[in-house]
């Protein structure tokens, strides 16, 4: 069974940054697609970023315009996700998630069969 732990949220100031941590048990190499989700109160999860098994990388570019970037690092199981120029509007919690088959898109959670248990982060004026 994979597990998945999130790390490295906090809070921060307008214009900082945070990296964010997903370690896997192990599956990260097994994952066909990885990617990271938020949801802040009150409002809809929505998709951030994703990441396939071959490297490609996709993003909401509606709202991350270049400011975040997935990786992922195969040999350590673990998936990051550098979110720089934060915003306010960026707070929420931040989940990561993967699944085996099947789209990989962060227009699709549906699709993630496996989810940590998120990180907050907080991003202040």
């Known amino acids: 069974q994979a597990q998945l732990v999130e790390s490295g949220g906090g809070s921060v100031q307008t214009g900082g940054s945070l990296r964010l941590s997903c370690a896997a048990s192990?599956?990260?190499?097994?994952?066909?697609?990885m990617g990271w989700f938020r949801q802040a109160p009150g409002k809809e999860r929505e998709g951030v970023a994703v990441?396939?098994?071959?490297?490609?990388?996709?993003y909401a570019d509606s709202f991350v315009k270049g400011r975040f970037t997935i990786s992922k690092d195969s040999a350590k199981s673990t998936l990051y996700l550098q979110m720089n120029s934060l915003k306010a509007e960026d707070s929420a919690m931040y989940y990561c998630?993967?699944?085996?088959?099947?789209?990989?898109?962060?227009?699709?959670?549906?699709?993630?069969?496996?989810w940590g248990q998120g990180t907050q982060v907080i991003v202040s004026s």
């Open positions: 998630a993967g699944h085996f088959r099947g789209l990989c898109s962060w227009a699709l959670a549906s699709a993630f069969g496996y």
């Open positions: 192990g599956y990260i190499t097994s994952f066909y697609c």
């Open positions: 990441i396939d098994r071959d490297g490609r990388t996709s």
